[in-house]
């Protein structure tokens, strides 16, 4: 199975900060990589998907990059409504899908 | 608007049989291109995929879970389900159906239910 490496497990950053969290899959996986947003008590939300593309109504300060086994997601400037724990997806083998361990965003 | 709602048992004693079905409004559980997920996520840990059954009926299965998950589709009621069985306190989880986007090789999870807990408890 494809190991996914999130980090970091949790971060803490002001209002109008750049914000960057990063995947690191355990072998290529091409740009087969999505990131949701989980806030309390809700279901995950898609908001990236195929490494790079922006779901649609999802806000332009969120984005993705990357390919091979290095991947990273950025809101370029944070807002009060951005926190939530954030999960990369891998799906390069549809027969294993597998999360990473998420990243738990606060407000400083 | 699709939405997806799950309902079943929220008490399922060890060792017995986790039943739960998904509802699927607004859209049709035949359309090409779709397949059907559960996701789960124990209290305060991360999400793990379970499996999916795609529009034709295929089915497949993290195979950490393969001997004991079950997911099938009822269209008459544009529904499908999950079983999964001989439980034990690490089955402990809120239940998540979703939709998955299934072209292959791309794929995403993009409408999700609203999460159901399920507690394994005598």
């Known amino acids: 199975d494809i190991q996914m490496t999130q980090s970091p497990s949790s971060l803490s950053a002001s209002v109008g900060d750049r914000v960057t969290i990063t995947c690191q899959a355990s072998?290529?996986?091409?740009?087969?990589l999505n990131w949701y947003q989980q806030k309390p008590g809700k279901a995950p939300k898609l908001l990236i998907y195929d490494a790079s593309n922006l779901e649609t109504g999802v806000p332009s300060r969120f984005s993705g990059s990357g390919s091979g086994t290095d991947f990273t997601f950025t809101i370029s400037s944070l807002q009060p409504e951005d926190i939530a724990t954030y999960y990369c997806q891998q799906y390069d083998n549809l027969l294993w899908i597998t999360f990473g361990q998420g990243t738990r965003l606060e407000i400083k | 608007q699709l939405q997806l709602q799950e309902s079943g048992s929220g008490l399922v004693k060890p060792s017995q049989t986790l039943s739960l079905t998904c509802a699927v409004s607004?859209?049709?559980?035949?359309?090409?291109?779709?397949?059907w997920s559960w996701i789960r996520q124990p209290p305060g840990k991360g999400l793990e995929w379970i499996g999916y059954?795609?529009?034709?009926?295929?089915?497949y299965y993290n195979p950490s879970l393969k001997s004991r998950v079950t997911i099938s589709v009822d269209r008459s009621k544009n529904q499908f389900s999950l079983k999964l069985s001989s439980v034990t306190a690490a089955d402990t989880a809120v239940y998540y159906c979703?939709?998955?986007?299934?072209?292959?090789?791309?794929?995403?999870?993009?409408?999700w239910g609203q999460g159901t807990l399920v507690t394994v408890s005598s």
């Open positions: 072998q290529d996986i091409s740009n087969y």
């Open positions: 979703a939709r998955m986007v299934a072209t292959p090789p791309r794929s995403r999870f993009d409408y």
């Open positions: 059954i795609y529009h034709s009926g295929s089915t």
């Open positions: 607004g859209g049709s559980i035949s359309s090409g291109g779709y397949s």
